[in-house]
């Protein structure tokens, strides 16, 4: 009898050792994932915040070099078409009368001046990538080089046309904007072409130019040139949306720069 009650109660024991032992187990897996998955929200918060100062930071940078760009449009191009028309109204003004001819002439430049200042506000204008697309905006940054008379240039598209999800298509165009502003000012190049090749999965943008290359590890290799961190700066903001670009260089035989972008979100 003594025998038995002793064994129950050794199973009692036992069993309650065992419920307190799988408690214990189940409390501190609850406390381990909970643990765990506070980590991971700060992980999570922390690459975010990091990736909304990278994204700032590459921001700020673009607005210097469109800066930069406003600059040189208005000396380049828009400078000289003003100063060309102050001197046929000096020329105008130094005459007693002015012929039909020389009016339709002042007329012409003021026209193409005018003409220059509305294709690179748009150029310079972000809600022009929202509203009509990479492609289009591409087509048109490609007309205004083209209109200078200075260069050819041509874009080729395959597959059907898409658009990249979020702010993806402006970063996207700030960086081809750089590369053909290298291959017009550095490349002394007279030809260029963009191919936008669109597959379900993946968004490819090439930028080819018959320029005089360079070569590529020389050129990455110096840290403080603006060559070296000009293309730096344009593989980092491509990454920063996700994406890849690999850039093919010959001393003589132009440059080709590829960027790929995996699609997750397509809008038609």
Do not use: W
């Amino acid at each position: 009898m003594s025998a038995a009650i002793n064994e129950v109660v050794l199973i009692v024991l036992a069993g309650t050792f065992l419920m307190l032992l799988l408690l214990t187990f189940i409390i501190s897996f609850f406390f381990l994932h909970q643990r765990r998955q506070t980590q991971n929200l700060r992980e999570k918060a922390t690459l975010h915040a990091q990736y909304q100062q990278e994204i700032l930071q590459s921001q700020l940078e673009i607005q210097n070099q469109t800066l930069q760009h406003i600059s040189e449009e208005l000396h380049d191009n828009i400078g000289q078409l003003l100063s060309v028309a102050r001197l046929h109204l000096n020329m105008l003004e130094e005459e007693e009368t002015a012929t039909p001819a020389q009016i339709r002439e002042v007329n012409s430049v003021i026209d193409k001046t005018i003409q220059e200042l509305r294709s690179l506000s748009k150029s310079l204008d972000g809600d022009f990538v929202k509203d009509f697309g990479l492609m289009e905006s591409l087509s048109h940054e490609l007309q205004r080089i083209r209109a200078t008379g200075k260069y050819q240039t041509e874009i080729v598209t395959e597959g059907e046309p898409y658009r990249p999800e979020g702010q993806k298509e402006i970063v996207l165009f700030r960086v081809v904007q750089e590369i053909l502003n290298n291959a017009i000012k550095h490349a002394a190049a007279k030809t260029i072409t963009v191919t936008l090749r669109y597959e379900p999965a993946q968004f490819t943008l090439t930028i080819q130019d018959d320029g005089k290359g360079f070569d590529l590890d020389t050129v990455i290799g110096r840290e403080m040139s603006q060559s070296g961190a000009g293309l730096r700066n344009i593989k980092r903001r491509t990454e920063l949306v996700g994406g890849s670009c690999q850039m093919e260089s010959t001393p003589g035989h132009g440059t080709k720069v590829t960027l790929q972008l995996p699609i997750l979100t397509q809008i038609p």
